[in-house]
């Protein structure tokens, strides 16, 4: 099974937000709302940002924010900081009992 | 505070096996199943497998059937992931995550990953 398609790269300037977007088919992130986010800084684990396509975890900044729509799904940082300058993923559950991610997107804050 | 420790950097030659442990701590093992992900140099995350501590229940990838064997032993709460017929393909860090059981999207927190090379 393929990985989730997400843009190689995103960038934007503190304060602005930007969009970074996950699309599969109707087999993972259309069929099921099983879609996390990942944010990893280099040499360090990957940190669950958003669970169940919207859903934030304890201590992660509202900034962050998440949904979904057919098969894309779709993760918003609002407010950049330079701190959110990493590799996100996406994953998802899938209709074979397995999960997939995306390929990564790396932000850059300009 | 839950932590998933791992074990150190292996090197191994290729057509060997490898075995990484990930021992948890800070909650009770058997309420959360663990996944094995890998991701090399470079790349991105690659998600291998899944196991159920409360069961005998686990579920791989299939590109890593028949490769891939995930063990646990509940009595010292440790998860293991065996990799075998190693090639450089297999070079990569590799990680153990817990999560909420039926929920296998939501890794909540992760191991510090072990660093597998397979050279000759």
């Known amino acids: 099974q393929s990985a989730l398609t997400q843009p190689p790269s995103a960038s934007g300037s503190p304060g602005q937000s930007v969009t970074i977007s996950c699309t599969g088919t109707?087999?993972?992130?259309?069929?099921?709302?099983?879609v996390s986010w990942y944010q990893q800084h280099p040499g360090k684990a990957p940190k669950l940002i958003i669970y169940?396509?919207?859903k934030r975890p304890s201590g992660v900044p509202d900034r962050f924010s998440g949904s979904k729509s057919g098969n894309t799904a779709s993760l918003t940082v609002s407010g950049l900081q330079a701190e959110d300058e990493a590799d996100y993923y996406c994953?998802?559950?899938?209709?074979?009992?397995?999960?997939?991610f995306g390929g990564g997107t790396k932000l850059t804050v300009l | 505070q839950v932590q998933l420790v791992q074990s150190g950097a292996e090197v191994k030659k290729p057509g060997a096996s490898v075995k990484v442990s990930c021992k948890a701590s800070?909650?009770?093992?058997?309420?959360?199943?663990i996944s094995w992900v890998r991701q090399a140099t470079g790349q991105g995350l690659e998600w291998m497998g899944w196991?159920?501590?409360?069961?005998?229940?686990?579920g791989y990838a299939q590109k890593f059937q028949g490769r891939v064997t995930l063990t646990w032993d509940t009595s010292i709460s440790t998860a293991y992931m065996e990799l075998t017929s190693l090639t450089s393909e297999d070079t990569a860090v590799y990680y153990c995550?817990?999560?909420?059981?039926?929920?296998?999207?939501?890794?909540?927190?992760w191991g510090q990953g072990s660093l597998v090379t397979v050279s000759s």
């Open positions: 109707s087999s993972d992130v259309g069929g099921y709302n099983h």
């Open positions: 994953s998802s559950y899938t209709s074979s009992n397995t999960l997939i």
């Open positions: 196991m159920n501590p409360d069961s005998t229940n686990t």
């Open positions: 169940e396509v919207t």
């Open positions: 800070g909650y009770t093992f058997t309420t959360y199943d």
């Open positions: 995550a817990r999560f909420p059981r039926h929920q296998l999207a939501r890794h909540d927190y």
